[in-house]
Each structure stands twice: as structure tokens, then as C-alpha cells.
């Protein structure tokens, strides 16, 4: 039986993975928010800017919670010395049990298959699943529901991500990830207001882009767009800068990474780099 640490509640524990799994969003149904975040070489990737925004999450529940940036990371370095690993994913949960108080934090060594998916890239497709232009775009809530379905979907249909329109038939994001597209040479993604997350990796490939003189737009997108778009990434902190090379079975970029995600995809790998010197 395989078994996995985490840390809950102040507590480094041995645990089975299925329990682990049952502190997955949109399966630990309460008031909450959480964090995915990313170690390289042992060192977590804006982890500031993660805690920045659970401050934001726990403020809008009411949940008053003792957490710092140098406590999340004492316990984060401490599971990764156990599984004798530099590189990882990570989840920073915490929410509202009755009257207590919990948290999680959840470390997965990070795969060298991810690098030959970069290389390969995704298939995309389109949930059934809708999501509201009115959430809060500025927090990750454990009641996740559109977007575990969405998952749910894309794993049934053999996708690797699907993406959800709002009400208004606009593409929003997929699952777990921001979506970009390119035409024209020119990059855009869908703006906040169409229910968008105002994700950490969004941020950081706009600056790049700007900074690269690469045209950029934050405009509604719909999946009409998406079908005929030169390029198509999504992001998030753990896969980075993802290249799609088929949407809803029509091939993007002849089935192959688009030159423009590629070259994004180094300027962030080189930004990572740069980062971690300093």
C-alpha cells in the first residue's frame, strides 16, 4: 500500500495516499482556499505571492488563521527532506471545520515526464461544465466544483486539460490552469472580469511578453477563436508554460508547439534561473 507524508495541523504525518486524496479542492468541501506552488532545487518558486493571496482567500471567509511565509516554508523544506527531494509540487490548504481551524500541506515529487509533455504537448478540450463571471478572481476555494468536474471530464474523455465558458459563452480558463492564445502574432487571454483567475504564472507571462515586445490583449476569447488560433498554451505553477496541440480534435500549430509558447516558455525557465541567484 502506498503511502505518502504531509503535514496537518502542525503535525508531519505518514499517511496513505488515498487520504491524501481526500484533501484534494472540490473533495474537502468547506470554507477555504488553497495554494499549488512549486520547489525547484529546493527552493519554493514565489512563495510569497502564494501566501499574499491565501491572506487574500482567508480574509473573504472570515478564517483567521496563523500562517507566514517562513512557517509554510519550515514545513515545506521539512517534507521535502524527507522524500530526499528538491523538486516538487505543492498544496497549501486551509479552511474551516466547524468552529476549527485546519491545515494541509501536500508535497508530490515532480516527474521527468512533464518535460517530454512540454516537448509533446497537451490536447485540449471543452467542458459542459460553466463557471460564474461573478467569483472572486482573486482567490482558489476549496469548494471547487465546476472546475473537479472539469477534470473529472477531461480524464473521461482522455484530455489533459479541458477549458469552461461562463454564462456568457466566453472562454474562461481550464480546470487547473490560465488559457492563452496567439494570432496574429499576437498573444491574448481572457480579462478577470469574464470569471478568470488572476493567476501567479498569467501575471509573470504578460510581464515576459511585454518585455519580449510580443503584442498583448486581454480580451474575451471564445472557443470559435480558440479553433482557429495560431497557438494555444495554458499555465499554471506547476506545468509552467504548457504548449496545446489539438483543441477539441482540430490540430493547432500543425500538432506541434507553437514558436512564440516556446520562446516564452524558455524566457520563463531563464526568469526561474535568474531568481533563484538572487
Known sequence: MKHCYIYLDDKLKEVEVSFQNLLRPGVLWYDGVFETMRAYGGEIYALDLHVDRLKIGLKHFHITANI????????????????????????????????????????????????????????????????????????????YNPFYFAR????????????LMNNNKKVVEGSHTNIFMVKNSRLITPPLKDGALNGITRHSVLRLAKSMHIACQVKSITPKMLKSADEIFVTNSIIELMPVVSFEQRKISQGNPGETTLALLTAYKQQITADQIK
Open 68 to 143: 507566514s511565509r517562513k512557517k509554510i516554508a519550515q514545513k515545506i523544506e521539512k517534507i521535502l527532506r524527507v522524500y530526499k527531494c528538491k523538486n516538487a509540487r505543492i498544496r497549501v490548504a486551509i479552511w474551516r471545520d466547524d468552529q476549527r481551524i485546519r491545515q494541509c500541506i501536500v508535497c508530490v515529487p515532480i516527474k521527468n515526464s512533464m518535460l517530454h509533455k512540454q516537448s509533446k504537448g497537451y490536447v485540449l478540450g471543452l467542458s459542459p461544465f460553466k463557471i460564474s463571471t461573478s467569483r472572486n478572481t482573486n482567490i482558489k476555494a476549496l469548494k
Open 152 to 163: 473529472e471530464y477531461a480524464r473521461q474523455k482522455d484530455f489533459d486539460e479541458v477549458v
